[in-house]
């Protein structure tokens, strides 16, 4: 719609998963020049990881619910926190997905038809479609940079989630 994109990224040279890619094709429009970067995996990984994560995100439990009030009532950055979740999860999840995540079938379609579109969608000389079991090299390629020495650091594993979301609410991570 509206968004002013200059002012949400003012500081910032990219933007990555979600909020950015489900309006790759408005970026595209405001920034002519800059690169898509799809990353692909294994569906069923995806979405094993998806669904142990953010579809499952929040207290589960009563002792957890109990808790979570109380965070909210004494923390305005997790009551950010909570609705950027549930803003995700309103546009990916309800609207995207039109509700039917669960259903494996129609999620792998929903896969497929991203992937299928983004490839449609973007000049081949700016999309790179990235596997980052691949490393390094066609990222930096793909970007004009040199390859740091470091390897390719992997820490937003489903493994990590609930360790993640405190730290964020507690403003510990950006």
């Given at each position: 719609?509206?968004?002013?994109?200059?002012?949400?990224?003012?500081?910032y040279?990219?933007?990555?998963?979600?909020?950015?890619?489900?309006?790759?094709?408005?970026h595209?429009?405001k920034?002519?020049?800059?690169?898509?970067i799809?990353?692909?995996?294994?569906?069923?990984?995806?979405?094993?990881?998806?669904?142990?994560?953010v579809?499952?995100?929040?207290?589960?439990?009563?002792?957890?619910k109990?808790?979570?009030?109380?965070?909210?009532?004494?923390?305005?950055?997790?009551?950010?926190?909570?609705?950027?979740?549930k803003?995700?999860?309103?546009?990916?999840?309800?609207?995207?997905?039109?509700?039917?995540?669960?259903?494996?079938?129609?999620?792998?379609?929903?896969?497929?038809?991203h992937?299928?579109?983004?490839?449609?969608?973007?000049?081949?000389?700016?999309?790179?479609?990235?596997?980052?079991?691949?490393?390094?090299?066609?990222?930096?390629?793909?970007?004009?940079?040199e390859?740091?020495?470091?390897?390719?650091?992997?820490?937003?594993k489903?493994?990590?989630?609930k360790?993640?979301?405190?730290?964020?609410?507690?403003?510990?991570?950006?």
């Amino acid at each position: 719609g509206d968004t002013d994109w200059d002012a949400l990224y003012k500081g910032y040279d990219g933007t990555v998963d979600f909020p950015g890619y489900p309006w790759y094709k408005e970026h595209m429009k405001k920034y002519p020049e800059a690169k898509v970067i799809l990353t692909v995996r294994d569906f069923d990984a995806w979405y094993k990881s998806v669904d142990s994560t953010v579809f499952r995100a929040g207290p589960q439990t009563p002792a957890e619910k109990i808790k979570m009030i109380g965070k909210l009532l004494s923390s305005a950055r997790a009551r950010n926190v909570v609705k950027c979740i549930k803003w995700f999860k309103k546009v990916f999840f309800a609207e995207r997905l039109q509700g039917n995540f669960e259903d494996k079938a129609f999620a792998k379609k929903f896969w497929e038809d991203h992937i299928a579109e983004v490839k449609a969608s973007v000049p081949e000389d700016k999309l790179l479609v990235y596997d980052v079991r691949d490393g390094w090299t066609p990222l930096c390629k793909f970007l004009g940079l040199e390859e740091p020495a470091e390897p390719l650091p992997h820490l937003n594993k489903k493994e990590n989630f609930k360790a993640m979301l405190p730290k964020l609410m507690k403003g510990e991570m950006v």
